[in-house]
């Protein structure tokens, strides 16, 4: 009795040798360097914090609640269905940005909202350019 289970487990050691015997050969353990760019250490992602949109305005909406004011554009995007449109909610008075430009613009805002209108989360705009075409094209 005692001749077979010592056989099986030399059979069991056998088989865990065989089975994790060669991972255990080759692997070394070794921690990783510290890959960090910045000089605290952390982990931060870089990334672009705007989002653009290429469009024309198609209607524009001041709101006012007590002392807190937003204004919402609306947008046709360029090359979108006919029936397509994006609104957008901006932070406070923006009409200054749209004053004086038409047609097709380019316009930057806050990709992330910081800010709320009302419990509703509003986009900080950054700039507005007007797009202009050259009469002498190739």
């Known amino acids: 009795m005692k001749e077979s289970i010592i056989a099986w487990l030399i059979v069991i ?42 469009a024309q305005p198609i209607d524009g909406q001041i709101l006012e609640y007590d002392e807190d004011r937003a204004t919402n554009v609306r947008f046709a995007p360029y090359n979108t269905p006919a029936l397509y449109d994006e609104s957008i909610l ?10 004086g430009k038409s047609g097709p613009l380019v316009v930057t ?24 075409t050259s009469k002498e094209l190739p």
């Open 13 to 54: 050691l056998l088989v865990l040798a065989f089975c994790f015997g060669p991972g255990l050969l080759i692997a070394h353990g070794s921690t990783t360097k510290p890959n960090r760019p910045n000089s605290l250490g952390i982990s931060e992602v870089y990334q672009n914090n705007n989002s653009y949109l290429f």
């Open 90 to 99: 901006f932070c406070g008075m923006v009409a200054d940005y749209f004053e």
């Open 109 to 132: 805002y806050d990709k992330i909202a910081h800010r709320r209108f009302h419990g509703i989360a509003c986009h900080d705009l950054v700039s507005v350019f007007s797009v202009t």
